[in-house]
């Protein structure tokens, strides 16, 4: 699970609209979120570990609902593509990846994921953070997409082991930045197979 941000790296978003795709990872489907998922996602928030780590502000159904709002917003303006994550088991949430697109040609995009409490060590995190890396790489390299960064904090140790199975290497310590970021960070990095 990711979600950090720090006054010294901030992602610039994109504001060209994106067309929502669908993807596929072995027995996953990656697609958007979509409004009849607010009931599911607002029971998945009830982990601690995903209050803790994913930080959306996923209280009830209601609140569930707006986010999954914005994240289809985010598909309108191109800014956040944010992926629902199934198992082919269960037609259901079981994750959550956004590839977060950057203004500048030169900059890095950035990921970000979580996984359902009862899907974590199954390997979904990884497999879904690693295809849509990969369709990001394939579908932004007219634009110059050949990093894409995944940030967190330095004591969700579960991240550095996701960031690793997924191909991102540890590339640098961002500074705690309180109240929202009270620990020190990790940036792994992840270049495009053309630029690697």
Same mark, same amino acid.
């Given at each position: 699970?990711?979600?950090? =941000? ?39 928030? /009830? ?13 009830? /159904? ?7 709002? /914005? ?115 990790? =940036? ?9």
């Amino acid at each position: 699970m990711t979600a950090r =941000r720090s006054g010294a790296y901030a992602c610039l978003v994109h504001t060209t609209p994106t067309t929502p795709v669908r993807l596929t990872a072995g027995s996953l489907t990656l697609r958007p979120w979509a409004p009849e998922d607010a009931a599911v996602l607002a029971g998945l928030y /009830e982990d601690e570990a995903m209050r803790r780590w994913a930080g959306a502000p996923v209280h009830d /159904e209601p609140s569930a609902a707006r986010w999954v709002a /914005e994240q289809h917003r985010g598909w309108e303006t191109g800014e956040r593509l944010a992926f629902a994550v199934e198992e082919a088991s269960d037609a259901r949430p079981v994750g959550h990846v956004v590839l977060k697109r950057p203004v500048a040609s030169a900059a890095p995009a950035e990921v970000g994921y979580w996984t359902a409490a009862h899907a974590r060590g199954r390997g979904v995190a990884p497999r879904a953070l690693a295809a849509v890396a990969d369709w990001a790489f394939a579908a932004f390299a007219r634009e110059g997409l050949t990093r894409l960064d995944l940030l967190h904090q330095v004591d969700n140790t579960a991240s550095c082991r996701v960031a690793e199975k997924s191909g991102f290497t540890l590339s640098g310590l961002l500074p705690a930045a309180p109240p929202d970021f009270p620990l020190d960070g990790h =940036r792994h990095t992840r270049q495009a197979p053309s630029s690697a």
